[in-house]
């Protein structure tokens, strides 16, 4: 389960789909559009896993595009909270003004009254972290979010979040040549989804040794490989196909 979804194991990480940095728009929208559709329609992942930043703004962009409209089992996870102001650079910015204007924008350009799972995707040091948490906490008291998420945070840093609304899900940083996150024994103990970023090591690893390691961890780990390459989609896919018939716990 992911912020009360059945999804697929395997979900599918967007931050792949364009080239440089994850920055502009890509130059072949209609394979990427094919590709999200493949990985949805063919191939039933029912994940995806994309952010505002990631552009910003053309990969929400193509989602919609590609999947709208939405097949009523999938999860569109998005993130809200890293501004782009040069492709290399990812500058936290949390504000409560500014992250509501966000989750608005991303609903538009998702073409969706509610944001299924709404990551903050990094703390603002410079902003207290419930004021960032209850900020998202009141859109979805106004229904504009279903299920709140963060990204790289500690133990400590999750249950003070907890203190202020319910959180999901957690996206941290987790693959077989970095296991050590101690925020994964606390989502389990916590019935909080754990999303490994960086799942394949960045290519480095075989995807099938890289998904058992994860999928092993337990029922609450719901990796987000990326690919722009239709055959590595199909590689994934195989690796996951024994643990798609475990169910969640
Ligand atoms: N929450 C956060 O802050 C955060 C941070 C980073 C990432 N993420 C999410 O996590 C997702 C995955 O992370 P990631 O993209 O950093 O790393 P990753 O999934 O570990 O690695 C992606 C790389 O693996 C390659 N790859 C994929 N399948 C392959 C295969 N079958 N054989 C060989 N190479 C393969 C891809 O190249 P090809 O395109 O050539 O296949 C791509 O360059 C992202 O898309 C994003 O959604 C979240």
Not at 55 to 82: D, F, M, N, R
Not at 143 to 148: R, S, Y
Request: glycine share 6%; with cysteine; proline share 10%.
């Amino acid at each position: 389960m992911v912020a009360g979804k059945s999804v697929s194991r395997l979900g599918f990480g967007t931050m792949r789909l364009l080239p440089n940095s994850t920055w502009g728009n890509t130059p072949e929208p209609r394979v990427v559009r094919n590709l999200l559709a493949a990985a949805v329609h063919e191939h039933g992942i029912t994940h995806i896993d994309t952010a505002d930043a990631y552009g910003p703004h053309s990969v929400e962009l193509l989602v919609a595009q590609a999947l709208y409209p939405y097949p009523p089992e999938l999860l569109i996870a998005t993130k809200v909270g890293l501004i782009r102001p040069r492709p290399e650079q990812w500058v936290p910015l949390g504000r409560p003004a500014y992250l509501r204007a966000a989750v608005e924008q991303s609903l538009r350009r998702l073409r969706t009254d509610r944001l299924d799972l709404c990551y903050l995707h990094r703390i603002d040091p410079l902003v207290p972290l419930a004021d960032q948490v209850a900020t998202l906490a009141e859109l979805a008291d106004e229904g504009k979010i279903a299920a709140i998420g963060l990204s790289k945070v500690t133990p400590e840093q999750i249950a003070h979040a907890q203190n202020v609304a319910p959180i999901a899900a957690v996206s941290n940083c987790l693959n077989i040549n970095e296991p050590d996150d101690p925020a994964l024994e606390y989502c389990r103990n916590n019935d909080i989804a754990y999303v490994p970023f960086r799942p394949l090591a960045l290519g480095a690893l075989p995807p099938a040794k890289a998904l058992e390691f994860l999928f092993g961890l337990g029922p609450h780990i719901a990796p987000v490989p990326a690919t722009g390459n239709p055959e590595h989609l199909r590689e994934l896919v195989a690796a996951a196909e024994s643990w798609e018939a475990e169910p969640w716990g």
